[in-house]
């Protein structure tokens, strides 16, 4: 049960992080569109990053 709980918080966690991340590059795509793109590339990285991290 434990495990359980723990694997829809990881979830949770990664659907609110998707979610945020959309938020902010619907945003930067209407203010400019290469700071949109640019943010893109970030959240990319940085979410490629997180799951490695997750897998070690």
């Known amino acids: 049960m ?3 709980l723990a694997f ?3 979830i ?6 998707v979610v945020g991340a959309a938020f ?3 945003a ?7 700071i949109g793109l640019i943010l ?6 940085f979410y490629a990053y997180l ?3 997750k897998g070690r």
């Open 40 to 45: 893109t590339g970030v959240f990319f990285m």
């Open 28 to 34: 930067a795509y209407r203010f400019n569109t290469n």
């Open 51 to 53: 799951l490695t991290k």
């Open 8 to 10: 829809l918080l990881l």
């Open 2 to 4: 434990k495990k359980f």
């Open 24 to 26: 902010i590059l619907a």
């Open 12 to 17: 949770l966690n990664d659907l609110l992080f």
